[in-house]
Each structure stands twice: as C-alpha cells, then as structure tokens.
C-alpha cells in the first residue's frame, strides 16, 4: 500500500506530497485538524520541496523513495535528512486509521507474539522505546529476518538502510502532538498503539519481508 500523490506541477519532481489516505479531521479527538494543518501541511510539505531542489541534477533525481532513501544515506547532510523525513512521514500516516486500534490477525499477530509474548507487551515495549528515544525521533516496529523488533531512530534515520522492513512507525518529534498533548508524549503513544494503529498496513508490509 502506497499514498496516491497529488497531481499537480509536482508531478514532474522526484518526490510528491502524498494526498493523506483519510480527511484530515479523521483521527479526531486523537489527532486534530490543526495538528495535520502544521505537521502534513508544512512540515512533510517542506522536506518535499527542499528534497526537490537538492537532488535537481544529481544521480538521485528520478529515483523511487525508497531506492533514494537509501542511496542518500551514504551522503548523509541535508539530502539524506530531507529525503529520509519524506520517507518516514509517508509510512506514519499509512501507520494510522480511522478504523484503528485493535488486535491483529494472521501471520502478524503470530509474529508478534513470538517476538514479544503477547500483544499487550508489544504495545508496553513500544510505549517505553519511544518515551525512551530522547529528543526527536521515531518508534518502529520493522521485520529483521523471521524476527520482530521494536526500533528507535532520530531525526531522520529509518531502518530501511539497515536492511529491515518496517511495518509501523510513530513520529515522535514534538510537532507530531504537541497541540493536541502537549508535553504528554506516553499519553500520544498510548493512544496510537491503542486507537489509531493500522494493523491491516503492517500486515501487508510484513508480506514483503
């Protein structure tokens, strides 16, 4: 599952703000209007642009995301941490629902039990990585070989160039909650495993593993 981009004059860049797949007043009360306004809006639109205007004319221009994201990574500096936003912001939306929360089923919850005993471990072990990644970051869960795991990463870095699949990914930078939590991170994170998580997404990531 990938998001369907906006067909405007960006069409002709490498890199696309993807359209959300939801209205943005659709994670209500969880997530507000205002909180997609700045953190979609400006934010994620902005590593678009600059991303853009870094890659015109390099080997990087006309590359997929993903195949970029990781090319980018060995130059490292504003190109990577660009394209690498782009990337991470582009599976934290997929990462949510309306129709959130839940359990898994199939193989995903089979692995997930394997990996970390229970569904309810899993969802207190990402809590606690992601009130322990200290500044901005992300918490991921990403598949390494026939195994499950729980990543943290700052700033833009990705378990992509590590050769892990990730299934989910939660923004914890400030802008991802602050109007709608302010300072309460763990009450954020809680509610994204809680009600918001898009097990249906992660199961398909999973099937490319």
């Not at 002709?12 to 507000?32: C, V």
């Not at 205002?34 to 205007?53: C, E, R, S």
Request: aromatic fraction near 12%; glycine fraction near 8%.
């Amino acid at each position: 599952m990938s998001l369907p981009q906006h067909k405007t004059n960006e069409a002709a860049m490498t890199f696309s703000l993807p359209q959300l797949p939801y209205e943005k007043n659709a994670l209500e009360p969880h997530i507000s209007t205002q909180t997609f306004d700045f953190h979609y809006g400006k934010h994620h639109k902005a590593y678009v642009d600059k991303a853009n205007d870094l890659v015109k004319g390099t080997a990087l221009e006309g590359k997929p995301l993903e195949e970029a994201v990781v090319a980018a990574k060995k130059e490292g500096g504003p190109v990577f941490n660009n394209i690498g936003q782009i990337y991470n912001h582009n599976i934290f939306w997929l990462s949510m629902s309306p129709n959130g929360g839940g359990a898994p089923a199939g193989d995903l919850a089979e692995k997930i039990n394997a990996s970390f005993g229970s569904l309810d471990k899993f969802k207190e072990e990402f809590v606690a990585a992601g009130m322990g990644q200290f500044g901005s970051g992300w918490v991921w869960l990403v598949a390494n070989g026939d195994k499950l795991e729980i990543a943290k990463t700052a700033n833009a870095e990705t378990p992509l160039t590590e050769g892990k699949q990730p299934l989910l990914v939660c923004d914890v930078w400030e802008h991802a909650y602050y109007l709608d939590y302010q300072n309460r991170r763990a009450d954020f994170l809680k509610d994204f495993v809680d009600k918001l998580v898009n097990w249906e997404f992660a199961a398909e990531q999973l099937a490319k593993a």
